[in-house]
């Protein structure tokens, strides 16, 4: 397998391709990244809140609806990114073969798994972007600590998008998408404390929450209300895992365009 | 054309395991020619376009395009390549026009250049009162003709066509068939997969026969039937196998099994005195025509183009 023969036109003509499909429907494709939150925080911030009250976060006590803001960030982004990755390539991919199509024009491989990856990243953003501005108008996020935040919005995009496309080149079948939705993405969307501290959680569950990545990525994004000495040991596993999750996922796909 | 570029496949080879789908494939294409790879389903046409434009890779051999070598630089050879995949891969979310202007982004030809070279494409393929349908609109006739039009977006100097007519009705077939002919006037190397005997013979300047990934014979259609078969055939029913396997013996030519009857070709010598002998056996049927292509296949591989 040959690598790095991309160019930039060659990436960002992919990704102009996507937006353009995202743009002919920007409203419906706008909507559920900004009801979800909005549910969520309606949901969860007004229900359990008054239940709830404060939540005890790295040693300070911290109103729940505040708590639970950066998690929907996280969610927003780790959902988005990922079922692009994951259905709207795999569809890409297998039913439309706009892979297959692209391929006939001058560009590479790595342009048309970059361009997609990148693409699925950008839905990541933007879905975590409109979170975060909603969790601003609520006044449970500062702006200007969402702006500052917008590189790990990013990058948890980019990591999530890399899975989904890992599972598009992986599964045969677009139901089996299924699989690592339930044994992978719900476990981490529930128990990574997005919703409720850790270390709630029974101490040996509380590990394995803590090593899947969406943890690293909430912690992170709260950095506002406080960050772990170990920080930066965070944001390098989850780089690290972006980058294996990269490769795996180019390594899938590429037997399934080249003989 | 004076920047014209020559394709040459070298001693091409795929394996898939133990499986030999392309054994040694060798052949050039000038440009304003039309070549032919003519041969049943499985033969290695498609495995064949792959290698030449670059999603397969040869267990062996090369293929130059102009400076350009394949495997390794097929990105830059797509560039002045033009390439008609089997499948559809139009793209379902965009309009006609849309599926043009946004794929001639790829080559950076964008903003009012695309939409011009748009607008020129589907006048040249007649699909300019389509231009704002979905594609899911179309008839497969339209499909195929505007995958044409896609490729022709950067002005190619060689075009791939694998088997673009398949599934087609006589009429949309006759009118790719002439796009085809407009783009070979232009200069155009064009390289046609088809297990049609009439197209390869009405389109094709040069065939190569494939069989189980192999070229078995290679010429123009008119040399193949000439060289293989002769001038004429006469198809027969009702005569014993005997009687014209002892005529086939004495004028030195060919008979063979075919349908419920049999096929015998007639010597150009003398085509009377066979085609006389057999009417003396008065057979149920009895048809003289001129020799085709899928007798040549017919004689050369036992089989018949499926």
């Known amino acids: 397998m040959k690598l790095i023969t991309a160019t930039p036109w060659g990436v960002y003509s992919v990704w102009w391709r996507h937006f353009q499909v995202y743009r002919s429907t920007w409203l419906v494709n706008c909507l559920p990244p900004v009801s979800e ?91 975590g972007t409109i979170t975060g501005l909603v969790a601003v108008l609520a006044n449970l996020y500062d702006l200007s600590s969402l702006v500052l935040s917008l590189p790990l919005i990013v990058l948890g995009s980019l990591l999530f998008g890399a899975f989904g496309l890992l599972v598009a080149g992986a599964v045969n079948k677009v139901d089996q998408v299924n699989v690592p939705i339930f044994l992978v993405i719900i476990p981490m969307f529930t128990l990574c404390g997005t919703y409720f501290p850790r270390d709630t959680l029974p101490p040996l569950l509380a590990k394995f929450a803590s090593l899947l990545p969406l943890a690293s990525l909430v912690d992170l994004l709260r950095w506002p209300l406080g960050l772990p000495p170990w920080w930066p040991l965070l944001l390098l596993w989850l780089i690290g895992w972006m980058v294996v999750m990269a490769r795996l996922a180019a390594l899938r796909i590429y037997p399934r365009l080249f003989s | 054309m004076s920047d014209a570029l020559n394709l040459k496949a070298y001693d091409l080879w795929k394996t898939y395991g133990d499986e030999a ?78 599926n043009l202007t946004h794929f001639a982004h790829h080559y950076r030809i964008t903003g009012a250049a695309a939409r011009q070279r748009a607008g020129e494409l589907l006048a040249l393929v007649n699909l300019e009162h389509r231009a704002e349908a979905q594609v899911d609109e179309l008839s497969g006739g339209m499909k195929r003709k505007l995958v044409l039009a896609r490729a022709l977006l950067n002005q190619p100097k060689i075009v791939f066509l694998d088997e673009p007519t398949t599934g087609l009705d006589p009429d949309a077939r006759q009118d790719f068939w002439r796009l085809v002919q407009h783009l070979k006037a232009s200069g155009c190397g064009i390289l046609l997969t088809t297990h049609y ?110």
């Open chain 2, 21 to 98: 789908v392309v054994q040694g494939i060798s052949f050039s294409l000038a440009p304003g020619e039309i070549v032919g790879l003519l041969g049943p389903n499985g033969a290695g046409k498609t495995t064949t376009v792959g290698m030449l434009f670059g999603t397969v890779i040869p267990t062996k051999g090369f293929v130059q395009f102009g400076p350009w070598q394949l495997p390794g630089q097929g990105q830059l050879a797509r560039a002045q390549m033009g390439i008609v995949t089997q499948e559809d891969n139009l793209d379902p979310d965009f309009t006609v026009f849309k």
């Open chain 1, 37 to 127: 939150p909005i549910v969520y925080l309606l949901a969860f911030g007004y229900g359990l809140s008054p239940l709830i009250g404060e939540v005890d976060y790295l040693g300070q006590m911290i109103p729940y609806a505040r708590f639970l803001a950066p998690g929907m960030i996280a969610i927003g982004v780790l959902f988005q990114s990922f079922f692009e990755g994951a259905y709207s390539s795999f569809i890409r991919l297998n039913f439309q073969k706009t892979w297959q199509a692209l391929l006939t024009a001058p560009l590479s491989y790595t342009d048309v798994f970059l361009g997609d990856w990148v693409w699925a990243a950008t839905k990541g953003t933007i879905a």
């Open chain 2, 197 to 306: 005997m009439d197209e390869a013979q009405r389109l094709c300047d040069r065939l190569l026969l494939l069989q189980q990934g192999k070229v078995i014979d290679e010429g123009t259609p008119t040399d193949l039937v000439a060289r293989v078969i002769g001038r004429e055939v006469a198809e027969i029913e009702g005569v014993e196998t005997q009687i014209l396997q002892d005529l086939a013996a004495r004028y030195e030519t060919w008979y063979r099994a075919f349908g419920s009857g049999h096929l015998i070709s007639l010597p150009d010598s003398d085509p009377e005195v066979v085609w006389d002998a057999i009417a003396a056996h008065h057979p149920n049927r009895l048809l003289r025509r001129p020799a085709n292509l899928e007798d040549v296949f017919l004689r050369l591989t036992g089989s018949v183009l499926e």
